[in-house]
């Protein structure tokens, strides 16, 4: 079974526009972390944001939010006024467990930001 | 440097040869991962080294493919016989293995066995 689901191989969005990036998980853990990464054509992969699961409250960084269900095990990333620059893949990966560091790694999704 | 650090950036092998990738993590960090990405596909796991622990090599997709760490440092991936499935885009990261640290990602080695 996947353990991290990116629902949205594809998505096209107007610049200027919020845009929601879909991610679902599945752990059994209580202790876990969630990151978002972007990768842009040039191929290197940018750090954008975590969440970890006893967070109260959903993570921000400038323009890039997590919206965090537990209860749901989703933990999408919006990102606010979306700009040309934002075209890009973008991987959601989590972190389980207290005695294993391995990153589990969604598909990605491939946003294009129109003009 | 301040950053994850890989060689070549780009390497290009015929069928057959055996070829070398060099990973620096970031100074400190004791846990690494190599990953393979085929033009517009995911990351896919190869090998994880966590300080001493033996290392998770569970993604390695056959025995042409082998990676060590010296010294919990610098990692090499090796494979050899190349084959033309072999040509991806091969991709280092660092981190300090908590819950709640992101992995640094190097630039990759663009491999093409031709």
């Known amino acids: 079974a996947q353990k991290i689901t990116q629902t949205q191989p594809g998505m096209f969005v107007q610049e200027k526009e919020a845009v929601t990036l879909d991610c679902t998980y599945d752990t059994s853990d209580q202790s876990y972390g969630l990151f978002w990464y972007k990768q842009p054509s040039s191929g290197e992969m940018i750090f954008l944001i975590y969440q970890g699961s006893y967070d109260e409250q959903n993570a921000t960084e400038g323009r890039y939010s997590l919206n965090f269900q537990k209860a749901r095990k989703s933990a999408n990333l919006v990102i606010s006024a979306s700009q040309l620059g934002d075209s890009a893949m973008y991987f959601c990966?989590?972190?389980?467990?207290?005695?294993?560091?391995?990153?589990?790694w969604g598909a990605g999704t491939k946003l294009i930001i129109k003009p | 440097g301040a950053g994850v650090s890989q060689s070549p950036s780009n390497k290009v092998t015929e069928k057959g040869k055996d070829v070398e990738l060099r990973c620096d993590p970031i100074?400190?960090?004791?846990?690494l991962y190599w990953y393979r990405q085929s033009l517009g596909q995911g990351l896919e796991f190869l090998i994880y080294f966590q300080g001493n622990s033996a290392p998770d090599k569970s993604g390695l997709p056959s025995d042409r493919f082998s990676a060590e760490r010296t010294g919990g440092s610098v990692s090499t991936l090796t494979i050899q016989r190349t084959q033309q499935e072999d040509s991806a885009v091969y991709l280092c990261?660092?981190?300090?293995?908590?819950?709640?640290?992101?992995?640094?990602f190097g630039q990759g080695t663009r491999l093409t066995v031709v």
């Open positions: 100074s400190g960090h004791t846990a």
């Open positions: 990261a660092s981190l300090i293995p908590n819950r709640n640290t992101e992995a640094f």
């Open positions: 990966a989590m972190r389980e467990g207290d005695s294993n560091y391995q990153l589990i």
